[in-house]
Nanobody
Framework: QVQLVESGGGLVQAGGSLTLSCAFSGRTDVRYAMAWFRQGPAKAREFVAAIAWSGGTTLYTDSVKGRFTISRDDAQNTLYLQMNSLKAEDTAVYYC???????????????????WGQGTQVTVSS
């Protein structure tokens, strides 16, 4: 089973940058597509970005295109989300996730992911 732990959240001013990390563990011979989701107070969890098992393809929600970059370093067992030009509406708890099945491409539906981290808070002040 895959385990994930997010880190890197914090308080940042609008227009600033922040990079989130997600350390993952599990079988070393199996790789999964991974993603970032976020959930603001009293709001539903929404898709942010996803990356294929190989890191070759990515997918972003429209609101973060051009501002956020998802990447992975499997040698370091880490998933990243680089966030630039942050806006107040980016404030949320950010969760990393791994797909239910191995060797897949990026997907935006939360139902495609079976493994989740505990979340890390990102607060953007305006």
């Amino acid at each position: 089973q895959v385990q994930l732990v997010e880190s890197g959240g914090g308080l940042v001013q609008a227009g600033g940058s922040l990079t989130l990390s997600c350390a993952f563990s599990g079988r070393t011979d199996v790789r999964y597509a991974m993603a970032w989701f976020r959930q603001g107070p009293a709001k539903a969890r929404e898709f942010v970005a996803a990356i294929a098992w190989s890191g070759g393809t990515t997918l972003y929600t429209d609101s973060v295109k051009g501002r956020f970059t998802i990447s992975r370093d499997d040698a370091q067992n880490t998933l990243y989300l680089q966030m630039n030009s942050l806006k107040a509406e980016d404030t949320a708890v950010y969760y990393c996730a791994a797909a239910s099945r191995a060797w897949g491409g990026p997907e935006s539906a939360s139902s495609q992911y079976g493994y989740w981290g505990q979340g890390t808070q990102v607060t953007v002040s305006s």
